[in-house]
């Protein structure tokens, strides 16, 4: 299994469509929780930190569930502005160093 | 305003040169890493350093070489490269505790391999 995984994509949705992104991990000792969005040609940039108790940022809304090692990111009324991949992050608790998925495409249409 | 600084942000070099990128970060962080992304390819990580000591190596050929003279500096000197290198090439940076901050990206170099 691999650190750190998820579905490549793309979603293509259209606009004021809901989407939801999954990611799992594969060492139960990891501590943190991140989305990361990357849009073309650009760095990675933090969207949000996932919590255990779960958490949202306007549209946007993170899950975490420790038990299945599974994290989720759901966009409410995509904007053409959401187009981008979606990167999830976890901590490597063996080097206490960041681990990031390969991303999942999003693709927003009018 | 980033606090991850990469330079040049473009590169241009032949097969038989040699350069450095370098990689600068003003963040206090002690954990710093290498990744490389081809074009509308995922981020691959290459290395990864933790308190200055290199803790990964995801099977980087040799022509890709890593220093951390300290924790605030990375470079990646290169090598004899291929056109197959030609890719951006970016730095991170997180601070390494017991439940991490986020990493933090320098905006790259654009490596071409002519």
């Known amino acids: 299994r691999k650190e750190v995984e998820q579905d490549p994509g793309p979603f293509n949705v259209p606009e004021g469509a809901t989407v939801a992104f999954n990611c799992t991990y594969s060492n139960s000792a990891s501590q943190s929780f991140f989305w990361y969005r990357q849009d073309c040609r650009k760095e990675p940039k933090l969207l949000m930190s996932?919590?255990?108790s779960g958490n949202e940022d306007g549209r946007f809304t993170a899950q975490l569930n420790r038990a299945s090692q599974y994290i989720s990111l759901l966009i409410r009324d995509s904007k053409l502005s959401d187009s981008a991949t979606y990167l999830c992050?976890?901590?490597?608790?063996?080097?206490?160093?960041?681990?990031f998925g390969k991303g999942t495409m999003l693709l927003v249409s009018p | 305003e980033t606090g991850v600084t990469q330079t040049p942000r473009h590169l241009v070099m032949g097969m038989t040169n040699k350069k450095s990128l370098k990689c600068e970060q003003h963040l206090g962080h002690n954990a710093m890493y290498w990744y490389k992304q081809s074009a509308k390819k995922p981020l691959e990580l290459m290395f990864v350093y933790s308190l200055e000591e290199r803790v990964e190596n995801n099977s980087v050929p040799s022509r890709f070489s890593p220093e951390c003279p300290n924790s605030s500096h990375l470079f990646l000197h290169l090598h004899t490269l291929q056109p197959e290198d030609s890719a951006l090439y970016l730095c991170a940076s997180s601070q390494m505790v017991t439940g991490n901050t986020e990493a933090f990206f320098g905006q790259g170099t654009r490596l071409t391999v002519v």
């Open positions: 996932v919590y255990s």
């Open positions: 992050v976890v901590n490597n608790a063996r080097y206490s160093t960041l681990t």
